[in-house]
């Protein structure tokens, strides 16, 4: 049992490049979800999904797309990478529609864009 | 729209004192309240995390909270820090909407132990 992955660990991107960010889990969790995470400002919610098939905006979404076709997988694009996306970011995720269950976080992706 | 304050952005203790980390939160229903740490260059673990209930929660590594609604706040302690505590805190306030639940984040405190 693996938990969440997140892959790659680190990337340097330059401004206006793509990317998609890995996120997978093996504990058939519902829910699934990413955040960024910048010095002073703890941990922001940029989109989140509550199934496959099922995703919506958190706090932060602007810049950034998300998709979920299979239970496991919740990959996180960057259309046009920009330097305000340099951050380190981190997928989450829970059993349990509706109730609150702990969430697990991955151990992160630091990304630079130059 | 909820959100959670930790005052302190640093705190500097001596391996053996007692801690204490602050929380306070802003949410109009019953908040769900969490606390997490996060080691240098980790992911985010979970200490304990108040539904309801006792409003004195145990957690994992000796952590306890209490929940005190009159004054809004989920404050972190443990009697006897150990230098392996050195880690960044965060204290996360949940909710439902949508049918998923969201956590929002304090800006998190950062814990140095001296030895």
């Known amino acids: 049992n693996a938990g969440v992955t997140q892959t790659p660990k680190f990337q340097v991107l330059k401004t206006g490049q793509s990317m998609t960010l890995q996120c997978a889990q093996d504990?058939?969790?519902?829910?699934m979800s990413w955040y960024r995470q910048d010095p002073g400002m703890g941990l922001r919610l940029i989109h989140y999904?509550?199934?496959?098939?099922?995703?919506d905006q958190g706090e932060v979404p602007n810049g950034y797309n998300v998709s979920r076709s299979t239970t496991e997988d919740f990959p996180l694009r960057l259309l046009s990478a920009a330097p305000s996306q340099t951050s380190v970011y981190f997928c989450?995720?829970?059993?349990?529609?509706?109730?609150?269950?702990?969430?697990?976080f991955g151990p992160g992706t630091r990304l630079t864009v130059l | 729209a909820q959100s959670v304050t930790q005052p302190d952005i640093h705190i500097t203790v001596s391996e053996g004192a007692s801690l204490e980390l602050r929380c306070n939160y802003s949410?109009?229903?019953?908040?769900?309240l969490f606390w997490y740490v996060q080691s240098p260059g980790q992911g985010l673990q979970l200490l304990l995390k108040?539904?309801?209930?006792?409003?004195l929660v145990q957690g994992i590594k000796g952590f306890e909270a209490e929940f005190k609604r009159s004054q809004s706040s989920f404050n972190l302690r443990k009697p006897s820090v150990h230098w392996s505590d050195a880690a960044e805190y965060f204290c996360?306030?949940?909710?439902?909407?949508?049918?998923?639940?969201?956590?929002?984040f304090g800006t998190g405190t950062q814990l140095k132990v001296e030895l």
């Open positions: 989450a995720s829970r059993s349990g529609f509706g109730s609150y269950n702990e969430q697990f």
């Open positions: 504990m058939n969790h519902e829910y």
């Open positions: 999904s509550v199934g496959a098939g099922i995703t």
């Open positions: 949410y109009g229903a019953t908040p769900y």
């Open positions: 108040y539904f309801s209930g006792d409003t």
């Open positions: 996360a306030v949940g909710t439902l909407t949508g049918g998923g639940n969201k956590l929002t």
